[in-house]
DNA sequence: GCCGAAACGTAGACATTGTCTACACATCGT
DNA sequence: ACGATGTGTAGACAATGTCTACGTTTCGGC
């Protein structure tokens, strides 16, 4: 159960909770896991290994949490879309540390299976809910693929620069759910609301 | 003229143009410059602070190549900004290297004042043509820094993601203003075209 | 139960890195 | 002319990722 692998792992997690990507080393995670600095090498290939193992865990921990905002939400797609972006951008900014890690492919081993299950699930997740919401009639006539891509880069922007306090402080001091509205009028105000056409 | 400092930067430049950060260390700078190993250090107080200087020429060029493309349009606002969006994403294409270099705060010297002066230019010349826009009645209820971070959000996931190969094949294999039309979309969709009103 | 093999863990190498220090040479203002 | 300052080199130092050699421990088939 609390076999050296996982020791390991949730080492790595604190640290990156702790104190992010800084710092964080094989030799560190080995003495914070307290076993020797080899000892690590004999559960993964190399750091990157380790690292892409963390970030499969890190994307499949917030497609959870993103699934469960959008469950209580009810049948409306496109309240579950925008809900989606304001659980991606909160979960991001609740977990700078693993957040910085899943988008650091030169960190990681990008060949990983696990790591690439996990990133293409939270993908799929985001491309499910934008067919959803363009079934009901909402753009479209824009291509799928492009616009997953763009609402993707979209949070993904936000959550990337708010981490870094790349954005100014008049940005900065701004609820993050104060910025998806600005998408949120963007997404709404295009074609009809979508739920007015049932009732 | 070809002092050691700059030839070190362009040793810099000329890796990032070719490997991008990858292998990129003090040590094969210097060996690339054609000096010892510690050589830089004459120069720049750190690895970061070369970095940095460097950073800060990629902003510089970013911005003067935005400003380009900009100035060939006419005084169309909504247009201007528009194309600066497209501007930026296709530099950052063009330059990956020095592109993701500028936006890795953990490799360089966030106190450096030449830094933080390109970097706040770049935002500040965003920031006005956006104001820009505003002023023509497009978007004049968003507050302006609010609306300033999540276009710049935008148009940097969208570079970040592709640069890092990070979506998909049906997304990546579109030219990357492909993805900017959508944006378009979203820009121009709201209230109305911004010269109509003229003629 | 035994025993060979596999898994697991440790300790010590090795090359490489960023930075520091000691030393040498040049350049230049006075 | 000469001391100070700037510039370059070479050698240290600790730290890192990975490799290898060497012990344990564990465990499945006889």
């Known amino acids: 159960m609390n076999g050296t692998r996982e020791v390991l792992i949730s080492a790595t997690v604190a640290h990156l909770d702790g104190r992010g990507l800084d710092g964080l080393t094989l030799r560190q ?16 290939t190399s750091l990157s290994a380790l690292l892409s193992a963390v970030a ?27 809900e989606a972006g304001r659980a991606y951008v909160d979960y991001a900014l609740a977990n700078p540390g693993p957040y910085e890690l899943m988008f650091r492919p030169e960190l990681l081993d990008r060949s990983d299976a696990d790591y690439f299950r996990a990133s293409v699930a939270a993908y799929e997740q985001l491309a499910t809910l934008t067919a ?15 616009l997953t891509g763009v609402l993707w880069a979209g949070v993904h922007g936000i959550a990337s620069l708010q981490i870094q306090g790349a954005l100014p402080a008049a940005t900065n001091t701004h609820d993050p759910s104060g910025l998806l509205a600005v998408f949120q009028i963007d997404l709404a105000g ?10």
Request: net charge negative; charged share 20%; proline share 7%.
């Open 29 to 44: 995670i080995a003495r914070d896991a307290g076993v020797s600095h080899g000892a690590p090498l004999r559960h993964f």
């Open 190 to 199: 295009l074609p009809a609301a979508p739920d007015r056409s049932n009732s």
């Open 56 to 82: 499969a865990e890190s994307f499949d921990t917030m497609t959870e949490a993103i699934q469960l905002r959008v469950a209580r939400l009810g049948d409306n797609p496109l309240a579950q879309l925008l």
């Open 132 to 146: 959803n919401a363009q079934a009901t009639g909402w753009r479209s006539d824009t291509p799928h693929a492009l």
